[in-house]
């Protein structure tokens, strides 16, 4: 394998998705290729996956040496030492940006490029967003959307924050903003993990701006979603805001939040 230095990053963590792997590597690698022409990395991480997910993300990586990588984990321990782990590999291995992905096809892999432009244009945070004008969500039920905007709203109430999706896990990181936030003492294990990573970027003063995407539903594998992840999320809010935490001070970090209003655009 090819090394690939100082380049972004893309970290899709995968847990039996082998319907969606090869597709979603597919179409990332087309739109990065296109947005990264010095260059890209793709790391799968994959948490054994008894359906074979990590066996057709070794021959992606197999064809594809200087596109594609694979980080093998033993068993699944949640979403978020998944991305930790990819992350601390990223970052390790001189990664410019860094972003991150479901693995489902719910994020449209076209809009990464949207995602990097944003930061490469002055943000250091940039999320895609389903909450602000041109952004929304498809194939969902009114339960489902009610339980997401009221889990997003109660996150932004309770950490006092102007971001409007806060759950998502579209995002592109500058590598400033991960070497800042103090990953190995992340608390998170699932979809809350989403919630602390922003909050500790807005604490830290980094600029966030969210760009606006549509969100669909998965149509091949299995949620995983479950009301263990969900309590872990009502718990942990309120106990980030007590702890009162706060990054070591870094240099360049810019104060405050940008309004979510800033980067729009169509959502597709």
């Not at 947005?35 to 948490?47: E, H, N, Q, S």
């Not at 989403?194 to 760009?211: I, K, N």
Request: charged fraction near 25%.
């Amino acid at each position: 394998m090819s090394s690939v230095a100082h380049v972004p990053w893309l970290v899709i963590p995968t847990f039996d998705e082998a319907e969606n792997v090869e597709r979603v590597v597919g179409l990332s690698r087309e739109t990065l290729a296109a947005a990264c022409p010095d260059g890209f990395r793709i790391l799968i991480v994959d948490d054994g996956s008894p359906d074979g997910t990590g066996d057709i993300a070794d021959r992606l990586a197999a064809a594809h040496p200087d596109e594609v990588q694979v980080l093998h984990r033993e068993r699944p321990e949640g979403l978020g030492p998944a991305y930790l782990a990819g992350f601390a590999l990223a970052l390790g291995s001189g990664a410019t940006h860094v972003l991150e992905m479901d693995a489902d096809l719910s994020h449209d892999p076209r809009d990464l490029a949207r995602l990097l432009d944003a930061v490469r244009g002055g943000a250091d945070l940039a999320l895609g967003s389903r909450y602000v004008r041109g952004g929304g969500v498809s194939d969902w039920g009114l339960l489902r959307r009610v339980i997401s905007r009221g889990g997003s709203f109660y996150a932004r109430v309770t950490l006092g924050l102007r971001v409007r999706d806060l759950t998502g896990g579209f995002k592109c990181f500058s590598a400033e903003v991960l070497r800042a936030i103090d990953l190995p003492t992340v608390r998170s294990m699932g979809y809350a993990f989403q919630v602390e990573l922003t909050w500790r970027a807005v604490r830290s003063g980094f600029r966030v701006v969210e760009v606006p995407i549509v969100f669909r539903d998965r149509t091949a594998g299995t949620s995983k979603m479950n009301w263990r992840i969900a309590r872990e999320a009502v718990v942990l809010v309120p106990a980030l805001r007590r702890s009162g935490w706060r990054a070591p001070l870094v240099a360049g970090a810019r104060a405050a939040e940008e309004d979510p209003a800033s980067v729009s655009g169509p959502g597709r």
